[in-house]
């Protein structure tokens, strides 16, 4: 495993997705931090504090087409407090810079950009509820603060946001299916060999300018084995980037 990378966890799901990440992850080389963090005002903190480490002296080793940085927060859209994940992801993205510029420069163009975040949201059914509207209402100001000029360095950070949806074909999911789904592509995109393959670098670089942030993430239902997931994430990194 190459480059370094963070993994933190807001609340009880994000608490819940990183225990289980650190349950089946092997990383001998240590150059991947967990975070199990349960506020938004933590996680700069703690991502600081995991950067230091991770880049000290003989703990970073550069991945074979440069240094890369990859940074991925876990949550519940639905029980984030107001703006908290657009206040977190323009922090990161000061913290990357101010601290890090040297090696990461947010100021470069999106293919040239070697440090990315990447958030990973379970939210409700994307219907005409109350609770889907303010979470989609949260979503369009984190979009529009990303399309502002003025915020457009500590913006660079943020890659994608996938979306997880809580519905799927059998219907309404519940949290352990979302919760191995989250840890099954964490395990597939960071967490196993394929890092270093085209398909899997392809997909935790940044889009480009005119592309969309948002993706959706499927999930799968709670019937499914844990283990079976994670190798059906792996297959579908290796087939089509997830």
């Known amino acids: ?20 990440i650190e349950q089946s992850l092997s990383d001998p080389e240590g150059r991947v931090q967990l975070l199990a963090r ?13 950067l230091e480490a991770l880049l000290e002296a003989g703990r ?3 991945t074979s087409t440069g240094q890369r940085l990859d940074l991925f927060l876990f ?6 407090d107001g703006d908290a994940l657009l ?16 090696m990461f420069d947010l100021r470069l163009p999106p293919e040239q950009r070697t440090a990315a975040l990447h958030v990973v949201l379970w939210t409700p059914a994307l219907t005409d509820s109350p609770e889907s509207r303010e ?3 949260r979503l369009l100001r984190l979009q529009s603060w990303f399309e502002r000029p003025e915020t457009r360095i500590r913006g660079n950070l943020l890659a994608r946001v996938w979306l997880m949806p809580q519905v799927g074909k059998a219907g309404q999911l519940k949290a352990e299916g979302l919760i191995a789904s989250a840890t099954a592509f964490a395990l597939a995109t960071v967490g196993s060999g394929l890092r270093e393959q085209e398909r899997i670098r392809e997909l935790l670089r940044h889009p480009p300018v005119d592309a969309g942030r948002f993706a959706l993430l499927t999930v799968a239902s709670l019937t499914v084995p844990e283990a079976a997931v994670r190798d059906y994430a792996i ?8």
């Open 87 to 102: 206040e977190t992801c323009a922090d990161l993205g000061d913290l990357v810079q101010a601290q890090y510029g040297a």
């Open 60 to 62: 970073y080793r550069a």
């Open 135 to 137: 979470v989609l209402g």
């Open 75 to 80: 949550a519940n859209a639905a029980v984030l």
């Open 235 to 242: 297959q579908r990194a290796i087939y089509d980037g997830l």
């Open 1 to 20: 495993m190459t480059g370094a990378t963070v993994l933190a966890g807001i609340g009880a799901f994000g608490h819940r997705v990183i225990t289980r």
């Open 38 to 50: 349960p506020a938004p005002g933590d996680v700069v903190t703690g991502v600081h504090q995991a």
